[in-house]
């Protein structure tokens, strides 16, 4: 992936909705553990996107992807809401994330796209799931 600053791409800003209740109810190492899971997962699917995965603080996850028309990003929103939605990571509950996503485009600066990233993502956390119709924002400001 070209890291040039004039380049496009997209960054995709994450959050684990109500990761206070995994640490409360499992302890910090289970959810230290559900961190590192979670970050082993996103590697391997930014891989396969040609984009990397960072974990950006606390359950805070990024992902930095090339430039790619809406099929391709709508593509790679369902295989990660199917990534999370079929893992376990305690014995009983799978995770759930609200996620915001903002291209950058030449004349952007990277603290912008991260700044709108940051704000198009969902202020209320799902309950049941990821669902691409609600929890994905775009834009190309």
Not at 8 to 14: A, D, H, K, P, T
Not at 71 to 77: C, E, N, T
Not at 98 to 112: C, I, L, Q, R
């Amino acid at each position: 992936m070209s890291t040039a600053a004039s380049d496009g791409f997209i960054l995709v800003f994450g959050d684990i909705d109500h990761f206070k209740y995994v640490n409360d109810r499992y302890g910090h190492m289970i959810g230290d553990e559900v961190l590192k899971e979670i970050g082993l997962l996103f590697q391997v699917l930014a891989q396969r996107y040609n984009g990397q995965a960072f974990r950006y603080g606390g359950e805070e996850f990024a992902f930095l992807l090339p430039e790619t028309d809406e099929a391709r990003l709508a593509a790679f929103f369902s295989d990660l809401y199917k990534t999370l939605s079929v893992k376990t990571f305690t014995s009983e509950r799978s995770v759930t994330m609200s996620f915001g996503a903002a291209g950058k485009h030449p004349e952007d600066t990277a603290d912008n796209v991260l700044r709108l990233a940051d704000q198009l993502m969902p202020r209320q956390p799902v309950k049941t799931g990821c669902t691409l119709g609600t929890d994905l924002f775009i834009s190309k400001q």
